[in-house]
């Protein structure tokens, strides 16, 4: 695609005023054994294209003339499909040879610009560098599969879910690669911060809960942009589709791990929590406070040092730290795994075993234990009550 072509499409919609933004995906073209091939048309961009509602049971019909970047014009139909169990609109009828509607243009940026009732200009762009420019020359971003370009609308205050998704657009757009787990954990808590007011003045617990979240949700934007084309592509064999999932895998659960890792670093040092990150000494632990140099000093007093140990799970793991830390007796492990039986918190706590977890997810543990769960605030507080003062 040259930029040529670019600047004509981003003049068209400018000069028109409207334009639907699609990604291409494999129902268009019907590689996912959809019932007709043609472009999908979101019900709320429809407008541009048809004047026909969305009723149930009727099936209907409208012509138009697409005008095509390498010259082409292909006499197609905006189709309503209402009858049985379907309820959507589709563009089709593009000939034979048709180029733009083909399991290589997955992925590609649809444009369709409507210039009256019967006739559209449509474009794709192929490569990411002229599709974030585009965007950029709309201003709109494309968050999931499809956006609008609308001059006439009134601009409404940005949510925030918009701004965070709009981080969330510009970080992924340019990457071409997976970045490590530490620019995810920085990015997610950047959108986080800039888009919820008072966010870092809220408990921590609270603050951990939703840079998680906000990290997996930005890790799946990009997952799904650079594995798209893996995903959707003939696999050889069974072995080689077991090959890339469990590749997927791996890099999910490797994330997950060390993103709590990152936000639980930050926040500690935000709060002038004293720590080294897995300091090598017995059993490499992955917290101990307030240092490697404190634990190797036999005359500082255990009983102002601490061990943590970070975990997503720690039903079946958290033995893994009775053997971290041997000098310190009484453990404690962070976690955010979605609850665990009365049996298990007993067993942890006859082996001087403490949870830290954040307090949202408190409520998914059994009353009536007896076993004191610390919230990260807790825990931090604690610390600072415990360790001599700097």
Known sequence: MSSTILGIVIADAIQHGKALLKFISPNDVGTTGSHQTGYYLPKKAAYLFTSFPPEKGQNNDHPVSINWQDGRVTESMVKWYGKGTRSEYRITRFGRDFPFLTSDCI????????????????????????IGEFQAALGVDVLGTWALYDASAVPVPETEEICINRHYSEFSRVLTDFPGTSQ????????????????????????LTRYLESEYALFRIVERQLCQNEI????????????????LMNRRKSRAGRSLENHVEFILRKNSIPFDMRPDIDGRPDIVIPGKAQYDDSSYPVSKLFIVGIKTTCKDRWRQVLNEAKRIPNKHILTTQAGISTNQLKEMHKSKVSLIVPKPLQKQYPEGSGIKILSLDGFIQFIHQTLPKA
Do not use: W
Request: glycine share 4%; with cysteine.
């Open 232 to 247: 959707t592509r003939l696999f050889k064999d069974v072995d080689d589709f077991i090959k890339t999932a469990a590749s």
């Open 184 to 207: 995810f954990s920085e990015q997610a808590r950047l959108a986080i911060v800039e888009c919820i007011p008072g966010i870092s003045e809220q408990k921590s617990d609270m603050q």
């Open 107 to 130: 992925g590609d940026l649809l444009i369709l610009v409507p210039h009256d009732e019967n006739t559209i200009h449509g474009y794709t762009l192929d490569r990411d560098e002229e």
